[in-house]
């Protein structure tokens, strides 16, 4: 049986994910300059960015796991 776990609705981390993805995905100078508008705002806006960061490693971790464990059974790539 499954047991879910609720999780109460961030507005900034949500906010802080959607500035970090937009300046991800299309760097300009506008949507950098946005982000740091909005940290200025509210310490809680910087240690929202710094949960979002956080995942973000986290997940890219996660999706390199099985990348790096097929690179170490299968040796170095002598071609």
Do not use: I
């Not at 710094?50 to 170095?76: F, H, I, Q």
Request: hydrophobic share 50%; aromatic share 6%; glycine share 4%.
């Amino acid at each position: 049986m499954t047991t879910r776990t609720h999780v109460p609705a961030n507005p900034a981390f949500d906010t802080a994910w959607a500035l970090f993805c937009q300046l991800h995905d299309t760097p300009s100078r506008a949507h950098a300059d946005q982000l740091v508008v909005w940290l200025a705002e509210s310490p809680g806006h910087v240690r929202a960015l710094d949960e979002a960061l956080t995942l973000w490693a986290l997940a890219g971790a996660a999706l390199m796991k099985p990348v790096l464990d097929e690179s170490l059974r299968a040796g170095p790539d002598l071609q």
